[in-house]
C-alpha cells in the first residue's frame, strides 16, 4: 500500500510565512519527516510525494537517508487535490492513502483507518473528527451504517450537516475507479477532490467514516505553528542535551529541554522546558527562555532577551529584546529594546489581518508575525497581530500599529513615520564576522 503526500499547494493565508508549511521544523526535522516517520511506524514504507516545481528539490533532500521507498511527481500548478493526486496517477497501481502533510495527528489515526481497511469491504475509508466550533473545511453527513453520502466544503457557520469534519486521512480502495472520477468531475470551486467523492458515495460505492479522537491540527494560518509547536514538544519525555554543548556551571536549565549539537549557554541564562534550543545556538548572559518557546539553528539570543512561548526559525539575533508569542522566519535582525507586544489592553482576542479580512488568532496572548530577512531598530515595538512582511526594516523608536508590507522600511520623522521602499542589503560577511567574535567569548 503507498502512502500519498500533497505537497504541491500554496498556504496563502500564511502570509508572511513564505516556507511551505510541510517545510517548518519542529524539534530539527522539517514536519515532512516527522510525518514519513510515523508512516513507517504504521508500517508503511511506499511512498509517493507530490511536490510543485519550486519545492520538489527541498523534498527530495527531506527524503535523502530516510528509510522507505520514494516516488516523486510534480503538480504544475495549484490546482487542488484532485489535480494533485492525478499528477503522480502513473505510480499509482494498487490500493493508497492520501495524506494532507500539513495536518498533524497520532499514530492512531493510521491503526484506525488500516484497521477498518481489513475490517469492512469498502471502496474507500476516510477520518472523521469531531470539533466543538466552526472549522472552515469540510463536513461529512453520513448514515446509520457509518457510511458517507456527502462531504460538505466549507458549509459556512451554522450550516454544517454534523459536528464531523472530514480529515485528509483516506484510504482509497478502488483506485482504478476513484481516478475515474477524479479525471470526469467538474467544479467552479476548489473543491473537485471532496465532490468526488461525493459523487462516488451517490453512486452506490462504499466509503466508510472511520471515526478518530486523538489530536489534531491544520495549519492553515501561521498561529496554528503554535499548536503544531505544543504538540511536540509535550512529547518531549525527558531533557535531551548534546554532549557537544557547552553550558555555563551557572545557567539554569529545568524541566524538559533539548539541547542540540554545539550550542553555548552562557552564566545567568535560564531556560525552562519544555523547550527547543537548536544547533549552533548561542544563548546570551542573562537570557530567559520559557514557556514552550522553540528556537531555530544559528541564532544568538543575546544579552538579556527573553524569548516566550514562540517560535523562532534559523539565524535569528536577539539584544536586549522581549519576544512573546510571537512567530518569527528566518534571517530576522532585533535591535536592542525590540518588544513585541502580546496583550491587548482591553484584554480580548487578538486579530490578524489574512486576505483583507480580520481574522480571530483565538488566542488572547499573541504577538506579532515576522516575515523572513527583517530587521528591527533599538527601541522598536510591534503591537498585538501586526505582520511585517518579508525584507522590510522597523526603524529605532517605531511603534508597529498596523501590518508593514514586505520590502519596506518605516522610520520616524519627527511626529510622522515614512514608509519607503528598502534598498538596504545586508552582507553577510559582517555576520559571519560577528559569529567568528561571538565564538571567541
Not at 146 to 151: A, D, K, N, T, Y
Request: aromatic share 10%.
Amino acid at each position: 500500500m503507498k502512502v500519498v503526500f500533497l505537497c504541491g499547494g500554496i498556504g496563502k493565508r500564511m502570509f508572511p510565512i513564505t516556507e511551505d508549511k510541510f517545510l517548518l521544523k519542529f524539534l530539527g526535522k522539517p514536519l515532512l519527516q516527522h510525518q514519513i516517520e510515523l508512516a513507517l511506524k504504521a508500517g508503511l514504507k511506499d511512498f509517493v510525494i507530490i511536490g510543485n516545481p519550486f519545492n520538489i528539490e527541498k523534498i527530495k533532500e527531506v527524503c535523502k537517508g530516510l528509510k522507505g521507498n520514494f516516488e516523486f511527481a510534480v503538480q504544475k500548478e495549484p490546482k487542488g487535490m484532485a489535480d494533485a493526486v492525478l499528477s503522480g496517477k502513473e505510480f499509482l497501481d494498487e490500493e493508497f492513502l492520501v495524506i494532507n502533510p500539513n495536518d498533524v495527528f497520532e499514530l492512531t489515526a493510521y491503526r484506525r483507518i488500516l484497521e477498518a481497511f481489513r475490517k469492512f469491504q469498502c471502496d474507500a475509508y476516510i477520518i472523521g473528527y469531531k470539533v466543538k466550533s466552526y472549522f472552515p473545511g469540510g463536513y461529512l453527513e453520513m448514515n446509520e451504517e457509518g457510511e458517507l453520502i456527502r462531504i460538505h466544503e466549507k458549509p459556512g457557520e451554522g450550516n454544517e450537516p454534523s459536528d464531523l469534519i472530514n480529515i485528509v486521512i483516506h484510504l482509497h480502495r478502488n483506485f482504478e475507479d476513484f481516478l475515474k472520477y477524479l479525471e470526469e468531475t467538474k467544479s467552479k470551486k476548489d473543491d473537485v477532490y471532496e465532490c468526488a467523492i461525493t459523487r462516488m458515495a451517490q453512486d452506490g460505492y462504499k466509503i466508510k467514516v472511520v471515526m478518530y479522537d486523538g489530536f489534531w491540527k491544520a495549519i492553515k494560518y501561521p498561529w496554528h505553528i503554535f499548536d503544531v509547536m505544543e504538540f511536540f514538544l509535550d512529547r518531549v519525555e525527558r531533557p535531551r542535551i548534546s554532549n557537544t554543548s557547552k553550558i555555563s556551571e551557572k545557567a539554569n536549565i529545568y524541566g524538559n529541554v533539548i539541547i542540540e549539537d554545539n550550542v553555548r549557554i552562557l552564566e545567568n541564562a535560564t531556560i525552562r522546558g519544555p523547550c527547543y534550543i537548536g544547533r549552533n545556538t548561542l544563548i546570551g548572559n542573562n537570557a530567559l527562555i520559557w514557556n514552550k518557546s522553540h528556537i531555530g539553528d544559528n541564532c544568538v539570543i543575546g544579552f538579556s532577551s527573553e524569548i516566550k512561548h514562540s517560535y523562532i526559525c534559523d539565524n535569528c539575533w536577539f539584544h536586549m529584546s522581549y519576544i512573546g508569542d510571537s512567530i518569527i522566519a528566518e534571517n530576522c535582525s532585533f535591535g536592542a529594546g525590540t518588544v513585541t507586544a502580546n496583550f491587548r489592553f482591553d484584554e480580548k482576542e487578538v486579530k490578524v489581518n489574512v486576505k483583507g479580512e480580520r481574522i480571530s488568532t483565538d488566542r488572547i496572548k499573541f504577538g506579532a508575525i515576522i516575515g523572513k530577512n527583517s530587521k528591527t531598530g533599538v527601541n522598536s515595538c510591534l503591537m498585538p497581530g501586526v505582520k511585517v512582511g518579508p525584507n522590510s526594516i522597523i526603524g529605532p523608536g517605531v511603534t508597529l500599529m498596523d501590518d508593514l508590507e514586505p520590502n519596506k522600511i518605516i522610520l520616524v520623522k519627527e511626529d510622522s513615520f515614512i514608509i519607503k521602499e528598502n534598498k538596504i542589503k545586508i552582507k553577510d560577511e559582517k555576520k559571519e564576522l560577528l559569529e567568528k567574535l561571538l565564538k571567541k567569548v
